[in-house]
């Protein structure tokens, strides 16, 4: 039998200059003609896992301790955790690489049932002040931290990774598969006026090399 190939439900308008296959996901490497940024990058090939427990400060998932509270997040080796509430905290992998499901009922893996994207550069926030009432840019909030809410009125998780004094920085989101065509349709709209341009995994690898440095 042939492997079933994986289909993101996010797609771009935009010209493909290097793929791979990866866990029977296309992956898009690199776009032609990128640009300078802001970037919006399609995540959705890698994984992400929902954990739940009573008892969430036993559970060290990739080697990472849980925060203590919602909202807080912790970023070490290419994995982020995202603490939701009391009992409940989002496992999103970075590295792109495929992660092993620990065998363990507390954990659920979400990665093909939810739209996950990145999006940074030059304006990033202005573009999410247009789609948002969340605060991202909170300046009283240390990066990286989780927001819960309306990101153009869809239920969302956010992410907040890195924030500059200009305006600049990056944010990921997770929301139902279901508005994958929706959303990606909306933060391109949103971006255009700041040159918001599709990229691939390669782009989105470098700045969080320069980011977690």
């Not at 010209?15 to 029977?24: D, G, L």
């Not at 003609?33 to 060290?60: C, F, I, K, M």
């Not at 989002?90 to 939810?114: F, I, K, N, Q, R």
């Not at 907040?160 to 929706?182: I, M, P, Q």
Request: proline fraction near 7%; hydrophobic fraction near 35%; charged fraction near 20%.
């Amino acid at each position: 039998m042939a492997d079933i190939i994986r289909q993101s439900p996010v797609q771009f308008n935009a010209s493909a200059t290097k793929t791979e296959v990866r866990n029977n996901w296309p992956v898009v490497l690199e776009y032609d003609d990128e640009g300078q940024g802001p970037h919006v990058v399609d995540l959705s090939h890698n994984t992400r896992w929902d954990l739940q427990s009573g008892n969430l400060a036993d559970y060290n998932p990739c080697d990472t301790a849980v925060p203590e509270k919602p909202g807080q997040c912790a970023l070490e080796n290419k994995t982020l955790l995202n603490r939701m509430n009391g009992t409940q905290t989002a496992v999103w992998h970075l590295s792109g690489a495929p992660a092993d499901m620990p065998d363990d009922s507390a954990y659920t893996d979400v990665s093909e049932s939810t739209v996950f994207l990145a999006v940074f550069g030059p304006n990033a926030f202005g573009i999410a002040e247009k789609l948002s009432s969340l605060d991202l840019f909170d300046p009283e909030k240390k990066t990286p931290f989780l927001l819960q809410g309306p990101f153009s009125h869809v239920p969302c998780q956010i992410v907040t990774v890195e924030k500059g004094a200009d305006g600049s920085g990056g944010f990921l989101l997770t929301c139902s598969r279901g508005y994958g065509h929706t959303m990606t349709h909306a933060v391109l709209e949103a971006g255009a006026e700041f040159g918001l341009r599709p990229a691939g995994e390669n782009r989105f690898a470098n700045w969080l090399e320069g980011v977690t440095a």
